[in-house]
Structure formats: structure tokens, C-alpha cells
T-cell receptor, first 115, second 110 residues
Framework: EPEVTQTPSHQVTQMGQEVILRCVPISNHLYFYWYRQILGQKVEFLVSFYNNEISEKSEIFDDQFSVERPDGSNFTLKIRSTKLEDSAMYFC?????????????FGPGTRLTVT | DAKTTQPTSMDCAEGRAANLPCNHS???????VYWYRQIHSQGPQYIIHGLKNNETNEMASLIITEDRKSSTLILPHATLRDTAVYYCIVKRIERHQFYFGTGTSLTVIP
């Protein structure tokens, strides 16, 4: 069964550094997403991406964040200058359109620790 | 998107059916009901979704009341691996953002 993969599984970085989190969505999916989950808190939507453009973003997704689909397979989330409060699990998801529904399939996550 | 209300936690005996309720009394006609689960900090896992008809797949059944104000997710034969947080999410068709609330923490007991 096809699945979303994410690398690395765990990233440790120092405050102020840039990090890039990588995702390989399911191959025939056209919609891509990033969510995050701070330890013990809810899963929060960050951004959705379709046709090489951001289609929706939350208040969390400020100028510090950017997304890119650099080639036909990868989907990345860049955090420009990390802060302690960026420590969280980051989940990538992808979906296709089934009728008028968009069920999203999530990857296993990248645990980001900012020290 | 409509707000949902779920019990904070539930227990279920292994091998029995787990019935997880969800209230979404403000749901509108263009909103789907989705169910996801999250097993101990893993990525959320899609279970099932529906608009107004009952749905069944290899994982679960979804029963939506006729007025669409509530639904029940049924895991027919719960196993220990079904212990997870279950999220009921109502989402407009054209929106992409899923709002994950606090969900129901289901514990399957041997």
C-alpha cells in the first residue's frame, strides 16, 4: 500500500538555524499539506499546496516558513530561523480528489527539537 | 467548519465492538464527517468519511443520523492495536484544512 514518507525522523537544531523537513507524498496525489503537533497538544494545520501554489495557510504559517516542491517527488517545509517554540512533530500529508472529498494520508512525522 | 463534541475517553473490551459517538449539531449540507485516529504520536491515520449515508470499509463503519447532527464510528471487533485517540472532524467540501480537536482516547482492554 502506498504511503507518505518523511525524512529525517528526528532533527535536532540550534535556535536561529534553518531546517528543511522533507516529505515524499503518495505518487499520484496532487494536494500536499504540512501539520504540526507540539508535545501534548492538538494537531495543527500549517499549509496546503496545490499546482505549485499555497492554497490555504494558517496563522502559524508566517514568513518564517516556506514550502516547495523542488522536483516531481519531494515536498519540503523550510523553517528559516528556528525558535524554541518550533519544537514539535511535523507531519506531511497528501491527498487526491475522490468525488468531492479530499481524504488526507499522513506520514510518520519528523520530530524537530530546537535547543 | 462545524464544531464537534466527543467524549474525552472510553474503554472497550478486546473483541467487542467499540462505538465512538460524535455530536456535530451545527453541521451544514456541504460538510463531510471524517474520522481519523492517532496512535501514540504517530501520524494521524484516515479511517472513514461520509456525507449522509452510512459507510463501511475494511476498518470501520460510520453511522450518520438522518438529521446529520451526530454520528458513530464502529470498530466491529476491537483489538489492542486499536488503542488510540480518535478524531471526529467536520469539514466543508472545498476546504483542505482539517481541524483536529482533542478527540476520544480509546483504550482497548485485554
Amino acid at each position: 500500500e502506498p504511503e507518505v514518507t518523511q525524512t529525517p525522523s528526528h532533527q535536532v537544531t540550534q535556535m536561529g538555524q534553518e531546517v528543511i523537513l522533507r516529505c515524499v507524498p503518495i505518487s499520484n496525489h496532487l494536494y500536499f499539506y504540512w501539520y504540526r503537533q507540539i508535545l501534548g497538544q492538538k494537531v495543527e494545520f500549517l499549509v496546503s499546496f496545490y499546482n505549485n501554489e499555497i492554497s490555504e495557510k494558517s496563522e502559524i504559517f508566517d514568513d518564517q516558513f516556506s514550502v516547495e516542491r523542488p522536483d516531481g517527488s519531494n515536498f519540503t517545509l523550510k523553517i528559516r530561523s528556528t525558535k524554541l517554540e518550533d519544537s514539535a512533530m511535523y507531519f506531511c500529508a497528501s491527498s487526491s480528489k475522490t468525488g468531492s472529498s479530499y481524504e488526507q494520508y499522513f506520514g510518520p512525522g519528523t520530530r524537530l527539537t530546537v535547543t | 467548519d462545524a464544531k464537534t463534541t466527543q467524549p474525552t475517553s472510553m474503554d472497550c473490551a478486546e473483541g467487542r465492538a467499540a462505538n465512538l459517538p460524535c455530536n456535530h449539531s451545527t453541521i451544514s449540507g456541504n460538510e463531510y464527517v471524517y474520522w481519523y485516529r492517532q496512535i501514540h504520536s504517530q501520524g494521524p491515520q484516515y479511517i472513514i468519511h461520509g456525507l449522509k449515508n452510512n459507510e463501511t470499509n475494511e476498518m470501520a463503519s460510520l453511522i450518520i443520523t438522518e438529521d446529520r447532527k451526530s454520528s458513530t464510528l464502529i470498530l466491529p471487533h476491537a483489538t489492542l492495536r486499536d488503542t488510540a485517540v480518535y478524531y471526529c472532524i467536520v469539514k466543508r467540501i472545498e476546504r483542505h484544512q482539517f481541524y483536529f480537536g482533542t478527540g476520544t482516547s480509546l483504550t482497548v482492554i485485554p
